[in-house]
């Protein structure tokens, strides 16, 4: 099902039909072909695979393996386990690691074997000529798990003391990121890794990962549920049960707790600008919200009328606390209004996450947590000479005594919002949502 390569292929020979042989006839087939293939990409559904990280240590194993750490490409819908058993008959004496932690020398130059395998996240490279456009999901799918080199695998380590009260305070994060000799997918299913890189992902980097990847799953399911309506509601239900319901979800509060304090801010001060971003995220996930449980009461059922109730006062109470702590966000109707195809279907618009949180507009409630007291002045919005925004257009509140003093501090906070998202949402999307008409 790699529809997209054998549209590469088909353009090839297509040349050739029509400017060196002339077989016209021919030419007209193969467009047909290649019209199935265009129609496959956008309605057909395709399983994405897992992909493996094996590491094989120890003396035990030949020279080509040895101290090696390899990506393989999983078959469609296989588990961990089966991939290990299957690894495990290859080496029927090796001996299975269970921590996902870099063997120490002992294990390296041990006379046994030892077999390392965990699973690894993908790093979508898309296309420069995708980037920041209206593409549909169905198309960027495709690279979500194909054309790609890099992978990722993240660990939690916790530094000093564990807080009973909030373990996110001290909750760091080891990501590891594996780029391997060739891309997926290739000649073989499997490649050996050539370059490793590590990083450490602090707490609050890790609170804000962590809300962009929760937005973009509400974003997702909720474009797939625009696009197929007869997909089942179940998969919705949970997750917004998940986010909204007081009892189950504890994110904003552990956030609240850990991070928006002044004691937080004092020791500091340079995350000032992070926690502003975390609280936009935050707020972003409302309207995400809203269009989720709107299309949730569409396909409600009578099973589903208590939950929907639920869900619906949970989310006027967490809506009413989230827009007076941390504003009132407001996607453009640019990006919201549905594009029509000639067929007839909706192309789902799919642009940076960075650009939608941008163009988004926050108003900012009165009543806030204590810190955003020390924010610096508003930016304003400077359109570039595509005439697209530059600046986020978040209103940031300062008092007036204030104001005059921190203006110069206003280029070195752009900076650092900059750094963070090149680091943070250089590689993932959002996906932006169709409101309905």
């Given at each position: 099902?790699?529809?997209?390569?054998?549209?590469?292929?088909?353009?090839?020979l297509a040349d050739m039909y029509e400017n060196k042989i002339f077989d016209y006839e021919g030419l007209g087939n193969l467009l047909k072909k290649r019209a199935t293939f265009y129609e496959n990409i956008?309605?057909?559904?395709?399983?994405?695979?897992?992909?493996?990280?094996?590491?094989?240590?120890?003396?035990?194993?030949?020279?080509?393996?040895?101290?090696?750490?390899?990506?393989?490409?999983?078959?469609?819908?296989?588990?961990?386990?089966?991939?290990?058993?299957?690894?495990?008959?290859?080496?029927?004496?090796?001996?299975?690691?269970?921590?996902?932690?870099?063997?120490?020398?002992?294990?390296?130059?041990?006379?046994?074997?030892?077999?390392?395998?965990?699973?690894?996240?993908?790093?979508?490279?898309?296309?420069?000529?995708?980037?920041?456009?209206?593409?549909?999901?169905?198309?960027?799918?495709?690279?979500?798990?194909?054309?790609?080199?890099?992978?990722?695998?993240?660990?939690?380590?916790?530094?000093?003391?564990?807080?009973?009260?909030?373990?996110?305070?001290?909750?760091?994060?080891?990501?590891?990121?594996?780029?391997?000799?060739?891309?997926?997918?290739?000649?073989?299913?499997?490649?050996?890794?050539?370059?490793?890189?590590?990083?450490?992902?602090?707490?609050?980097?890790?609170?804000?990962?962590?809300?962009?990847?929760?937005?973009?799953?509400?974003?997702?399911?909720?474009?797939?549920?625009?696009?197929?309506?007869?997909?089942?509601?179940?998969?919705?239900?949970?997750?917004?049960?998940?986010?909204?319901?007081?009892?189950?979800?504890?994110?904003?509060?552990?956030?609240?707790?850990?991070?928006?304090?002044?004691?937080?801010?004092?020791?500091?001060?340079?995350?000032?600008?992070?926690?502003?971003?975390?609280?936009?995220?935050?707020?972003?996930?409302?309207?995400?919200?809203?269009?989720?449980?709107?299309?949730?009461?569409?396909?409600?059922?009578?099973?589903?009328?208590?939950?929907?109730?639920?869900?619906?006062?949970?989310?006027?109470?967490?809506?009413?606390?989230?827009?007076?702590?941390?504003?009132?966000?407001?996607?453009?109707?640019?990006?919201?209004?549905?594009?029509?195809?000639?067929?007839?279907?909706?192309?789902?618009?799919?642009?940076?996450?960075?650009?939608?949180?941008?163009?988004?507009?926050?108003?900012?409630?009165?009543?806030?947590?204590?810190?955003?007291?020390?924010?610096?002045?508003?930016?304003?919005?400077?359109?570039?000479?595509?005439?697209?925004?530059?600046?986020?257009?978040?209103?940031?509140?300062?008092?007036?005594?204030?104001?005059?003093?921190?203006?110069?501090?206003?280029?070195?906070?752009?900076?650092?919002?900059?750094?963070?998202?090149?680091?943070?949402?250089?590689?993932?999307?959002?996906?932006?949502?169709?409101?309905?008409?």
């Amino acid at each position: 099902e790699m529809w997209e390569k054998a549209i590469q292929l088909s353009k090839e020979l297509a040349d050739m039909y029509e400017n060196k042989i002339f077989d016209y006839e021919g030419l007209g087939n193969l467009l047909k072909k290649r019209a199935t293939f265009y129609e496959n990409i956008m309605k057909a559904m395709r399983p994405q695979p897992e992909y493996f990280a094996v590491g094989y240590y120890g003396q035990g194993f030949p020279s080509f393996l040895r101290n090696k750490i390899f990506i393989y490409r999983g078959k469609e819908y296989e588990r961990r386990e089966d991939f290990n058993l299957k690894l495990l008959t290859q080496f029927p004496s090796a001996e299975k690691m269970t921590s996902t932690a870099p063997p120490g020398e002992e294990i390296k130059s041990s006379p046994k074997q030892y077999v390392q395998c965990f699973i690894v996240k993908p790093v979508m490279n898309l296309p420069p000529n995708y980037k920041d456009k209206p593409v549909p999901e169905q198309i960027l799918n495709y690279y979500r798990a194909n054309e790609v080199q890099q992978f990722t695998h993240s660990r939690p380590v916790r530094k000093g003391e564990k807080d009973p009260d909030n373990e996110f305070a001290n909750m760091w994060i080891e990501r590891t990121t594996y780029t391997t000799a060739y891309s997926f997918p290739g000649i073989l299913k499997w490649f050996e890794v050539k370059q490793i890189t590590t990083e450490e992902i602090s707490p609050l980097e890790n609170a804000i990962e962590t809300m962009e990847l929760t937005n973009e799953k509400i974003s997702n399911i909720v474009q797939q549920h625009i696009w197929d309506r007869s997909l089942p509601v179940h998969p919705l239900s949970m997750l917004l049960n998940g986010i909204v319901d007081p009892a189950v979800m504890g994110g904003y509060t552990n956030y609240e707790k850990a991070f928006f304090t002044e004691k937080y801010l004092q020791e500091h001060p340079e995350d000032q600008d992070k926690i502003e971003l975390l609280k936009q995220l935050i707020a972003l996930q409302m309207p995400l919200l809203a269009e989720g449980i709107r299309i949730h009461g569409e396909k409600l059922t009578e099973q589903l009328k208590p939950l929907h109730d639920r869900l619906t006062a949970c989310f006027k109470e967490l809506k009413k606390k989230v827009e007076k702590q941390y504003g009132v966000i407001t996607l453009p109707p640019s990006l919201t209004e549905r594009k029509q195809s000639r067929s007839g279907s909706v192309v789902l618009p799919y642009i940076m996450s960075s650009t939608l949180r941008r163009l988004s507009v926050t108003s900012v409630a009165s009543s806030v947590v204590s810190t955003s007291s020390t924010s610096s002045d508003s930016t304003s919005s400077r359109p570039g000479s595509d005439g697209s925004i530059l600046e986020p257009l978040l209103e940031r509140r300062v008092s007036t005594a204030s104001r005059a003093e921190e203006l110069p501090m206003k280029d070195d906070g752009d900076n650092r919002i900059s750094k963070l998202k090149r680091k943070e949402w250089s590689i993932s999307k959002s996906q932006v949502i169709v409101e309905k008409e």
